[in-house]
């Protein structure tokens, strides 16, 4: 997981300003945790996913 996209969101959502380890460390003390999909779909379309 790209930390740095993880905490965009975080800065996004509550108009703050987080270092990304910070936020990665905010998001573990939740119990968050980096979700990566097991496979990849088979009805994926790689065009709308690049653009």
Do not use: C, N, W
Request: aromatic fraction near 8%; proline fraction near 6%; avoid cysteine.
């Amino acid at each position: 997981m790209d930390r740095a996209r993880a905490a965009m969101p975080i800065g996004r959502k509550f108009h703050l300003s987080y270092s990304v380890s910070d936020a990665m460390r905010r998001m573990h003390r939740f119990d968050f945790s980096p979700q990566v999909p097991a496979r990849q779909v088979a009805e994926r379309d790689e065009r709308a996913v690049t653009v």
